[in-house]
């Protein structure tokens, strides 16, 4: 009777468990699209999507970039992974989140074997579980009594707590992957399995033949007949290694099975130079053979019978055996659920473990060189600011033909593989050196009151005195597509800030790029704050280098809608200045000059239409519709090779028209151009609100109280009246250069020169004031008076 009401108990207890991971598993399973099927084959008719890798196993990957070419993958589930916080029973939503990830990979074509911990924690569950039971009933009979007293449960042995976890735990590995038609197989192994040559052929010809299958091996080691733990002493050999723990035992698998990359699963971020959790601990990146001296090791995980030293230790040992490594967070709940994922899209997440160290230094010692570089730069005299960025204009021009012979490599680099507005943005010419050494120039003039001006001051009470200076902002990231002249003017905006700076450029302009931060970092030279300006070189991904919340303080995306979207998608807790799109708007009104339209349209559309203050739609009022003005526009248009979208309501009035346009909210980047038609200043207005980006609009008419009602009511962050939308640029206002243009509402909006990249603090200088003197029954009272601004010297 005893064993019946146990076994019921138990049978209750796993009829409520697996429905609550088949709902879980349910609940995340991806939906394919039919689009993203490349080839298919199936496995007992079970068709998977498979995507063509090769890869000749021999050395581990260099870089991240690489990690998407792995094609066969062990993921090691450590037990802080696998078990809940309780120590007692499994961590069900996460293990669901794992095996979704596993599933996608193997169905991609990869072949994915798991390491996994758990059965121990299971086993205690279940055990314990078995235990109530019977003490229940034995109490119950017993005592004769309805109530039950508190009951001890007694030490469970590890081993016989893996025995009775074994089959639970690779149960629910089954329920879960048969949601995604993927069959799982269950091994266990101990350190003989290796060390006998016969069982070690049989366990390589098993595990081949599972994968040729497109089977998942499960493997753990056999706990429940597995000796006591022993020291690492032998993780130190490269051709030996004991399985004592899944950390060995994952790394063996992975050298033994040729496998191109292990992820190892833990309840921390990475590897860190100190203990996790302490003041100065920083997580490492990438970690190096040999980099174990400058590694201070804390305790082991709260479960499990490894820590992060014998982890560190199986991953050089597998790194060394030709298997990739890279150590992460599989706990966290914000990234847990595509942290396998994203380490084999070559994310940076973890720790990364590599034979191959780079040549230069890493983008976080980048960054924290450019903080330490921008703090000395923002000490320096205005003047000394000035004359870095003077000799730079002078290099400019002085090294023209080297500037030029590099742009040209980058020119016939990209030649069939950009688009022709994209050619004419990588273009350098002798005029734009020359036009930007004078923009750089008038950015040296007005670097003499920037850094350090006083705002405001005020007389607190007396000998208490506050002033509002500026200062710079920090670091920022300056990320550039095809625009090597940006490079000049953004590190001439950084310089006179007193900001350090990171550049991140396109590939495709990687030649002119290096000679101009070359040629910068002579002129920083001249005060040695050479290293106040970096240029990121590395494989860097634009999405890890937004992640660098503690070195950078502003990003500043310079490219394409695209690029400026993803960066603020991307961007985890940096502020990012910018705009979207520039969707730029010309209204024609009923009393616009005819001489004035079409020089004004002809400018703004044609004069240079990759650029972001480009015109990309006219409004035409209705009552200049069939008039020699609109002839006289259409014709301009004609000549310059324009293709024209008809809007809705322009289409409506024509018999023949044009091809009717897509979206009202768009920007062609090229001789495109959209014409629409309104009915008032109003309507116009409607419309920029409705369909612009806020960048920059513009009127044109001889009426003052139209245009006047136009440039107040529209909420945009260039208005203009009968000038071309072509003017809205920082070195044309007179801020010398820009390093963008603003469509946000904070801190800075339209063309951003000197000023937007400076912030503010607060000095107060007292005589040992207290704020209980200036209680109600104080001595002192506020005075709050305004103190007047001194001048500053700006010769």
Request: glycine share 8%; charged share 25%.
């Amino acid at each position: 009777m005893l064993s019946q009401v146990c076994r019921s108990g138990f049978q209750s207890f796993t009829q409520r468990l697996l429905p609550r991971v088949q709902s879980t598993i349910l609940s995340r399973s991806p939906r394919v699209q039919p689009s993203a099927i490349r080839h298919v084959r199936s496995w007992s008719n079970i068709p998977f999507i498979t995507v063509p890798l090769s890869r000749t196993h021999g050395k581990s990957f260099a870089h991240r970039s690489e990690l998407k070419h792995a094609k066969r993958i062990v993921v090691k589930l450590g037990s802080a992974v696998v078990t809940r916080g309780d120590e007692c029973g499994l961590a069900l939503g996460r293990l669901a989140s794992i095996v979704e990830q596993v599933s996608v990979l193997q169905n991609q074509g990869r072949e994915m074997m798991l390491v996994t911990s758990g059965a121990v924690a299971f086993g205690k569950q279940r055990l314990r579980h078995e235990i109530l039971l019977s003490q229940s009933v034995r109490q119950a009979l017993h005592s004769g009594q309805n109530h039950l007293k508190e009951m001890a449960i007694p030490v469970l042995e590890a081993r016989a707590c893996a025995a009775a976890g074994q089959s639970g735990l690779m149960a629910l590995y089954e329920a879960m992957f048969t949601q995604y038609s993927i069959c799982a197989a269950q091994i266990l192994v101990t350190n003989l399995d290796f060390h006998d040559e016969q069982k070690r052929r049989n366990l390589n010809g098993t595990l081949h033949e599972l994968l040729r299958m497109n089977i998942v091996p499960i493997v753990n080691t056999n706990d429940a007949v597995v000796p006591p733990a022993e020291p690492n002493s032998d993780l130190q050999g490269v051709n030996v290694i004991s399985v004592k723990d899944n950390d060995s035992l994952a790394a063996r698998l992975a050298v033994e099975m040729k496998t191109d990359l292990l992820i190892v699963l833990s309840d921390v971020e990475g590897l860190f130079d100190s203990p996790p959790g302490s003041d100065d601990a920083k997580l490492i990146d990438i970690f190096y053979p040999g980099d174990q001296q400058s590694v201070t090791f804390g305790t082991k995980s709260r479960v499990g019978m490894g820590g992060m030293e014998a982890k560190v230790k199986a991953a050089l040992w597998a790194l060394q055996g030709g298997t990739s490594v890279v150590i992460a967070n599989g706990t966290h709940p914000k990234v847990s659920g595509h942290v396998i994922t994203d380490i084999v899209e070559g994310k940076k997440v973890g720790t990364f473990f590599s034979e191959v160290k780079p040549a230069g230094p890493t983008v976080e010692q980048q960054g924290e060189m450019a903080r330490s570089g921008g703090r000395m730069l923002a000490t320096l005299e205005p003047e000394q600011r000035a004359e870095i960025i003077h000799h730079l204009a002078d290099l400019l021009t002085d090294q023209r033909d080297e500037i030029l012979l590099a742009n040209k490599k980058d020119l016939e680099e990209a030649e069939g593989r950009l688009a022709t507005p994209l050619l004419k943005r990588l273009s350098l010419s002798t005029s734009k050196l020359n036009s930007l050494a004078i923009g750089l120039r008038q950015i040296a003039a007005s670097s003499q009151d920037s850094v350090g001006r006083v705002l405001r001051r005020t007389r607190i009470a007396k000998d208490l005195e506050l002033e509002q200076v500026t200062v710079p902002i920090g670091v920022l990231l300056v990320i550039f597509e095809s625009r090597p002249d940006c490079l000049p003017q953004v590190a001439a905006l950084a310089i006179a800030s007193g900001n350090g700076l990171l550049l991140k450029g396109g590939k495709e302009a990687s030649h002119s790029n290096r000679i101009l931060h070359l040629l910068t970092q002579e002129a920083l030279s001249i005060h040695g704050v050479k290293e106040a300006v970096q240029l990121v070189n590395t494989r860097e991904e634009v999405e890890d280098l937004c992640r660098l919340d503690k070195m950078i303080d502003l990003i500043i995306p310079r490219g394409s809608s695209q690029l400026v979207r993803d960066i603020q998608k991307a961007a985890k807790g940096i502020p990012v200045m910018g705009h979207s799109e520039g969707i730029c708007h010309m209204y024609v009104d009923s009393e616009a000059s005819v001489d004035k339209v079409t020089r004004l349209v002809r400018d703004s559309k044609c004069e240079y239409p990759a650029a972001c203050n480009a015109l990309e739609t006219l409004l035409i009022h209705r009552d200049l519709l069939r008039t020699p003005l609109f002839d006289q526009i259409i014709d301009m248009l004609r000549v310059e090779q324009v293709k024209i979208h008809a809007g809705p309501k322009f289409a409506s009035y024509l018999t023949f028209s044009p091809s009717e346009v897509k979206s009202l909210r768009t920007e062609y980047g090229d001789l495109e151009l959209c014409i629409e038609v309104v009915d008032s200043v109003q309507d116009a207005i409607d419309h920029i609100h409705k369909y612009g980006s806020s960048h920059t609009d513009v009127i044109v008419t001889e009426n003052e109280k139209t245009a006047e009602f136009f440039l107040q009511h529209v909420d945009s962050a260039c208005v203009f009246w009968n000038a071309s939308t072509r003017f809205s640029d920082g070195y044309r206002f007179g801020l010398g250069a820009e390093v963008g243009i603003s469509t946000s509402r904070i801190h800075a909006r339209g063309p951003v020169g000197l000023e937007g990249l400076l912030t503010t603090k607060w000095l107060l200088r007292g005589q040992d004031h207290v704020v209980s003197d200036f209680s109600e029954h104080g001595s002192l009272k506020y005075l709050h008076e305004n103190l007047p601004i001194p001048q500053r010297n700006t010769n």
